[in-house]
Every structure is written in structure tokens, then in C-alpha cells.
């Protein structure tokens, strides 16, 4: 049962232009959501997370939107650089299940130049 | 701070062996975790640690797995004995806030089990 779905595998973008990341999750208990990116042979780092209080969270050239009544969130990166290229993830937690994150299963970014 | 340090970085060894996984957590943080990421099963939490005790170790596959935290800057995960479908790259991280939940992943282990 995969609670956090992230349904395109890869996507590839021009440098310069947006980059969208869709990610839906199942558990209504969920109450924090991150988005983590990873370079080959790395760990996952975090980049930029939302509580479910809110709708948007903004740092840079990143923003997380959240859409709760659809179970559905989304990460922009605008515009997109060639260091983006990565794989991201996106995570869950809620309060209730203690400290545990639910990952999706990442989407592969290309940003060409 | 030098981050999350997992040792050994690559390990392959024969099936019926035991591997031992090491990892150092952030020095203040007061949460560990033990990931394993397989192409079938993406990253998947294996069991959390919180003042080096365990908390939840729902996601241990089996007895053959068994992780241990005697203090707060080394924690060890082992498997006993190993088997092939023990390939994979396993994860440690750490964090300190449990309201938003940051965790800060290592490097990872690549395990290979012939």
C-alpha cells in the first residue's frame, strides 16, 4: 500500500523554465510534508517542507504548494538549472505515527542546457 | 559539523555472512534512522531510534536484521545472516526537531550479497 505516490518517474526540462513535481498521498493522518533531492552516490537532502497548516512555502527558486482536500502536493522550481538535475523525493509524517517520513518513489529530473 | 558518517561506504560479501553497518549521527541530534532503498521498494524506514532507544521497528524485514544504539553518536545495523536479497543501499539519518521532522541522511552503504 504506497500512502505518498509520485507518478511521473523522470521528467526533462530546459534550463530556464519551470520544473513541476507532482506527488499524492493517501493518509489523511499526514500532517508534514517534505521534498528531499539526491545526487548519485548521496544521501537524500532536504530542500523544502510545508505543514499542513498552510499552502505554500516559498525559499528561493523553490515553492511547495499543498492541496489538502485533494491529497495533493507539488513542488516548482523556476527557474530550473542544470545543478538541479536529480532525483526528488517526496515525504510525509504525521504527529500521530511519531517521527517515521513515508517517501514516494522519486521523479528523475534532467534540466538541459 | 561533518554530517551524518556511514561506514563502510561499499560492501560486498558472500551470502550466509554477517555485515555490520555503522553510522554516526549528527552530534546533538536525538533521533537515528535506518533506511534501505531498492529499486523495488523505494526508500523504506526500517526502525528509529530517539535518546539511542528503539522506538519503532515495524520496518525490519526479518530476525535475520537487528540494529543496536549504545550511545548517542554510533549506532549499528546487522544483518545475520545475509542473503542476496539483501542488495541494496542503506541509509542512515538523524534529526533533533521533532515538530517539523528534518531528517539529515548519510551517504549511504551499498551492500552486495553474492
Known amino acids: 500500500d504506497q500512502q505518498v505516490k509520485q507518478n511521473s518517474p523522470s521528467l526533462s526540462v530546459q534550463e530556464g523554465r519551470i520544473s513541476i513535481l507532482n506527488c499524492d498521498y493517501t493518509?489523511?493522518?499526514?500532517?508534514?510534508f517534505l521534498w528531499y533531492k539526491k545526487y548519485p552516490a548521496e544521501g537524500p537532502t532536504f530542500l523544502i517542507s510545508?505543514?499542513?497548516?498552510?499552502d505554500k512555502n516559498e525559499d528561493g527558486r523553490f515553492t511547495v504548494f499543498l492541496n489538502k482536500s485533494a491529497k495533493h502536493l507539488s513542488l516548482h522550481i523556476v527557474p530550473s538549472q542544470p545543478g538541479d538535475s536529480a532525483v526528488y523525493f517526496c515525504a510525509a509524517s504525521a504527529k500521530a505515527a511519531g517521527n517515521k517520513l513515508t517517501f514516494g518513489g522519486g521523479t528523475r529530473v534532467l534540466v538541459k542546457p | 559539523d561533518a554530517g551524518v558518517i556511514q561506514s563502510p561506504r561499499h560492501e560486498v560479501t558472500e551470502m550466509g555472512q554477517e555485515v555490520t553497518l555503522r553510522c554516526k549521527p549528527i552530534s546533538g541530534h536525538d533521533y537515528l534512522f535506518w533506511y534501505r532503498q531498492t529499486m523495488m521498494r523505494g526508500l523504506e524506514l526500517l526502525i528509529y531510534?530517539?535518546?539511542?532507544?528503539?522506538?519503532?521497528d515495524s520496518g525490519m524485514p526479518e530476525d535475520r536484521f537487528s540494529a543496536k544504539m549504545p550511545n548517542a553518536s554510533f549506532s549499528t545495523l546487522k544483518i545475520q545472516p545475509s542473503e542476496p536479497r539483501d542488495s541494496a543501499v542503506y541509509f542512515c539519518?538523524?534529526?533533533?526537531?521533532?515538530?517539523?521532522?528534518?531528517?539529515?541522511f548519510g551517504a549511504g552503504t551499498r551492500l552486495s550479497v553474492l
Open positions: 510545508i505543514s499542513s497548516i498552510k
Open positions: 531510534f530517539n535518546n539511542n532507544v528503539p522506538i519503532d
Open positions: 539519518a538523524s534529526s533533533r526537531d521533532r515538530a517539523k521532522n528534518i531528517q539529515y
Open positions: 493518509n489523511s493522518m499526514f500532517d508534514y
